[in-house]
């Protein structure tokens, strides 16, 4: 059964640094686009980042403008883990962070196409 772990989260002040760990067991997820949501308390679930790779293509990366330059995603195929390495944290950017999986060919931002996440992490972020 494929799963989806992540680890990391924790209590930070602002201006600190995190960083968030997404195993995968169950299947090999090399090819799978794996991307970060968050959900903030009383929120809606935000895109925040995705990996992609394939072996033409190599590995392409997206994020959303409000943690462009301060987040950055990274992969690791051997050890089926995907990285969320988070820089110059700020108070809003505490949530829930949960790991995502999607089969699709190409980077989306919608949840819906994804196919498998992790129960989530909490990030917080004290100012």
């Known amino acids: 059964q494929a799963q989806l772990v992540e680890s990391g989260g924790g209590l930070v002040q602002a201006g600190g640094s995190l960083r968030l760990s997404c195993a995968a067991s169950?299947?090999?997820?090399?090819?799978?686009?794996m991307g970060w949501f968050r959900q903030a308390p009383g929120k809606e679930r935000e895109f925040v980042s995705a990996i992609s790779w394939s072996s033409w293509i190599g590995t392409s990366t997206y994020y959303a403008d409000s943690v462009k330059g301060r987040f950055t995603i990274s992969r690791d195929n051997a050890k089926n883990t995907v990285y969320l390495q988070m820089n110059s944290l700020k108070s809003e950017d505490t949530a829930v962070y949960y790991c995502a999986a999607s089969s699709h060919p190409t980077i989306r931002t919608t949840g819906t196409v994804y196919d498998y996440w992790g129960q989530g992490t909490q990030v917080t972020v004290s100012s």
């Open positions: 169950g299947r090999t997820f090399s090819t799978y686009v």
